[in-house]
């Protein structure tokens, strides 16, 4: 029998697992572009679990910790692969609801369950991948279940046959048996359940080569009571873009600040306030910023948890998850938080109406939480929420059932789609008509896209050298070059007489400078006459040129 303190300290054996090897699965990643970030995505998602976990006390039932467990992979979930792991483990928790201890049939239900909640999320499975380890995982379990075995030989067997269907992931997508490697996401999997699988069977929690202290804490002795008196619990930081720089007085926020916390600091100069505060209901905080104009860089930290997460020397009292910020007042029927990385991204997507921006995109996708607290502070009856990447889209529907407000998540897979979806709102339309016209407008947006290969990989049958400058029209790799305008050129050029358009805005990144992207629009102009060019600063990392043609 599993009880409920040896699957505590298994979740956590497993985050150490994947977060000591995270680098190698980012590395399996067979598409050249720097967007391998699977074994970091997986290990930050069970991260905020084991940090969570590391602060229960002895003898919590095993059912307790499945949920706890469930609901932080859930608020942390970062990509697809990260989402994917959530269910998974959500699909554990409703399978062991009200468990005090687990035998092997209740584990073998576990497994299923994880199994059904990972297929039911996706609209297309594809086989090869994570879906293909924890379903044949999951049937070579209920192969054994009613034999009579312990629970940890059950999961032992589980283990050996998700190890079985990751080496058999090349054979099934030829692209992975064409890198030699197999899936990333099934063998992020295996390395968590390897972990689970060190403790389960009594050989202890596999040890924390990370520098994060929350998981290098043993559980035995998780956490202790809370040895200081902390009056205001709660560490609020946001930036506030001002609306009317002149009809707004800072001090009046800072004074009304100090009524209800402490620690507060308000700089501000014409375009921005920065506030700091500590106090007990960050919500307060927060609607009282919103009156001076839109927030971004929204960062609540409750003090008493990150206290109570770094002493290990008593049994702790129940803990408590960090808590939501209440959802700001309604003031308006639409609201629109967006994802976006870059400055000039980022101040865009606030001119066109977005009440917040969350920071994000390739190689740093946000949380599930970071997307439902923008959303929270957001004051409308409806949030569009554009998540602007592929990778980004999952975490953000994860969203929907967590708030009482009405949610769209709009599957803009790029940052120009999400400017065009917000240009194609109309407010005098319901939100689902906007929702529709929204991403027709994003449909016919096409986005080009300017980086260079993360590592040595194959294209179309082409070798790509690491360091190379690789153009990409929609996602596709369609050009390799030596230089950054050459690529732009080629990629644009291509899209313009694809989609037959008549405008190309270049978005210039922190890599490449205004000459350069003026370089690339005159040589743009030279050959599409009819084109009208506009040049940006937008300021994105990863891509030296962003370029919409519409």
Do not use: W
């Not at 997986?42 to 905020?48: D, L, V």
């Not at 008593?314 to 959802?327: D, L, T």
């Not at 050009?479 to 050129?489: M, Q, T």
């Not at 291509?494 to 922190?510: D, P």
């Amino acid at each position: 029998m599993i009880n409920g303190n040896t699957l505590r300290d298994a979740i956590i054996s497993a985050a150490n697992n994947i977060d000591n090897s995270r680098k190698a699965v980012d590395a399996l990643n067979v598409f050249p572009v720097p967007d391998g970030d699977t074994g970091t995505n997986m290990s930050m998602t069970i991260k905020a679990a084991a940090r969570e976990l590391a602060i229960l006390p002895d003898g919590t039932p095993a059912g307790d910790v499945a949920a706890k467990a469930a609901s932080a992979l859930l608020r942390g979930a970062r990509g697809n692969s990260g989402v994917i792991l959530s269910l998974i483990f959500r699909g554990f928790s409703k399978a062991l609801k009200g468990l005090e201890e687990i035998d092997a049939p209740a584990l073998s239900k576990a497994l299923a369950e994880g199994t059904k909640a990972a297929y039911g999320a996706v609209m297309k499975p594809t086989e090869g991948t994570i879906l293909t380890v924890v379903r044949e995982a999951g049937e070579g379990a209920a192969a054994v279940a009613d034999s009579g075995i312990f629970a940890a030989e059950l999961f032992r067997k589980a283990c050996e046959c998700g190890q079985a269907a990751l080496d058999k992931t090349p054979e099934i997508l030829p692209v992975l048996k064409k890198a030699g490697v197999v899936d990333a996401g099934g063998q992020g999997l295996m390395l968590i359940f390897e972990g689970m699988l060190n403790v389960f069977e009594g050989n202890g929690i596999i040890a924390s080569t990370s520098d994060d202290p929350a998981l290098a804490v043993k559980p035995v002795a998780a956490a202790s009571k809370i040895n200081e008196e902390i009056k205001f619990g709660y560490c609020t930081e946001f930036i506030v873009n001002r609306t009317n720089p002149s009809d707004t007085d800072a001090l009046k926020l800072r004074s009304y600040l100090e009524s209800i916390g402490d620690c507060v600091v308000v700089v501000d100069d014409e375009e921005i306030i920065k506030v700091h505060v500590h106090s007990n209901d960050p919500g307060n905080a927060i609607q009282a910023g919103l009156k001076y104009g839109a927030l971004v860089n929204i960062k609540i930290d409750n003090m008493r948890y990150q206290h109570s997460s770094n002493v290990i020397e008593e049994q702790p009292e129940a803990s408590e998850e960090a808590p939501m910020p209440k959802a700001a007042e309604i003031e308006k029927q639409f609201g629109f938080v967006a994802v976006c990385a870059g400055e000039g991204f980022e101040q865009m997507f606030y001119e066109l109406g977005a009440d917040a921006v969350v920071s994000g995109g390739q190689t740093m996708n946000p949380s599930t939480d970071d997307i439902l607290r923008a959303v929270l502070a957001t004051p409308a009856e409806h949030v569009f929420i554009l998540p602007n990447n592929k990778n980004i889209i999952m975490a953000a529907e994860q969203v929907i059932p967590m708030c009482d407000k009405g949610i769209s998540v709009l599957h803009t897979k790029t940052v120009p789609q999400g400017i065009a979806a917000m240009l194609a709102f109309d407010e005098t339309i319901s939100a689902d008509k906007n929702h529709l016209e929204m991403m027709k407008a994003a449909g016919r947006t096409g986005t080009g896209l300017v980086t260079f290969a993360a590592r040595d990989s194959e294209v179309n049958n082409q070798r790509v050298r690491k360091g190379e400058i690789l153009g990409m029209e929609d996602g596709k790799i369609t050009v390799l070059e030596k230089d950054p305008i050459k690529a732009g050129y080629k990629v644009a050029r291509r899209l313009y007489r694809k989609l037959g358009a008549s405008m190309v805005t270049i978005y210039y990144g922190s890599d490449a400078t205004e000459a350069q992207a003026e370089q690339l629009a005159e040589l743009i102009g030279s050959r599409c006459h009819d084109a009208e060019i506009a040049v940006i600063n937008a300021g994105q990392p990863i891509y030296y040129f962003t370029i919409a043609v519409e």
